[in-house]
């Protein structure tokens, strides 16, 4: 009898633990889920307002902030409703399943972000050799997403070319370069000497503002790794208990 006691007691003690932390995974999950849905919304409009807005690469065209936040939004959304059913239905295989993706994806952003610490420099090469191809379908049909983001940069940064503003000449094979290069803004006044130009370098400009900006990119990766570390936690303990429940209660 004070044997049989104890199981319940335990068996009690399981299930309360249980839902406790079966509630606060499937509120974190909505939220992961909301913010999927958040993602996709943005990534939609831009790819419907912008086109290819941010498309820079020549290499991998379909490398755009429209493609990567549809992408990763839909990624986030599946996940975070695999989370809330698991939690829901306190399924041990969907919340194994929930586990392991976002693992995964885990693993694979702390492998994305050594390798580009440590082949920092060649991919500083790549990039700027890729960007200098891209600069060569500024301004013809189908590349709007790529005509705009260069004159966005251009404006805003207030920066010519990638390394140079010479690197315009190779595109217009002529002393010229995009009106968004210009001091001051007027039809054509790409045409007019460099005098009237943005003397400084896009390439290493965008560098030094994200470098300055270090501070704001760190925390938002902390962030987004400590939310991942918060679900990959929430997962396993409610595995555990699910099995603990059904251990104590059998």
Same mark, same amino acid.
């Given at each position: 009898e004070p044997r049989r006691s104890g199981e319940l007691k335990r068996c009690s $003690?399981?299930?309360?633990?249980?839902?406790?932390?079966?509630?606060? $995974?499937?509120?974190?999950?909505?939220?992961?889920?909301?913010?999927?849905?958040?993602?996709?919304?943005?990534?939609?409009?831009?790819?419907?307002?912008?086109?290819?807005?941010?498309?820079?690469?020549?290499?991998?065209?379909?490398?755009?902030?429209?493609?990567?936040?549809?992408?990763?939004?839909?990624?986030?959304?599946i996940i975070g409703f695999v989370g809330c059913i698991g939690a829901i239905k306190e399924n041990k295989c969907l919340l194994l399943s929930f586990f392991i993706m976002l693992l995964i994806i885990f693993l694979l952003e702390l492998t994305v972000v050594i390798l580009f610490f440590v082949y920092s420099d060649k991919i500083d090469k790549y990039a700027q050799r890729d960007l200098k191809k891209g600069l060569h379908l500024y301004g013809t049909d189908g590349n709007i997403g790529l005509t705009n983001a260069w004159s966005i940069i251009q404006t805003d940064f207030r920066c010519c070319g990638v390394s140079n503003y010479t690197d315009w000449f190779e595109v217009y094979n002529a002393t010229r370069v995009p009106d968004s290069c210009?001091?001051?803004?007027?039809?054509?006044?790409?045409?007019?000497?460099?005098?009237?130009?943005?003397?400084?370098?896009?390439?290493?400009?965008?560098?030094?503002?994200?470098?300055?900006?270090?501070?704001?990119?760190?925390?938002?990766?902390?962030?987004?790794? $400590?939310?991942?570390?918060?679900?990959?936690?929430?997962?396993?303990? $409610?595995?555990?208990?699910?099995?603990?429940a059904d251990t104590y209660c059998a």
């Open positions: $003690m399981a299930h309360n633990c249980l839902q406790c932390i079966k509630y606060l $995974m499937f509120v974190f999950n909505l939220l992961f889920w909301l913010g999927g849905c958040g993602i996709l919304g943005v990534g939609i409009w831009l790819a419907v307002t912008q086109g290819n807005f941010a498309t820079l690469s020549s290499s991998f065209p379909s490398l755009s902030a429209a493609n990567l936040l549809i992408v990763t939004g839909t990624f986030v959304m210009c001091l001051e803004f007027s039809e054509n006044c790409g045409l007019h000497s460099p005098g009237t130009w943005w003397k400084a370098p896009c390439y290493e400009t965008v560098k030094i503002w994200l470098q300055e900006n270090l501070l704001a990119v760190g925390i938002f990766g902390l962030c987004t790794a $400590m939310v991942q570390i918060l679900g990959l936690t929430f997962a396993m303990t $409610m595995y555990c208990q699910v099995v603990k």
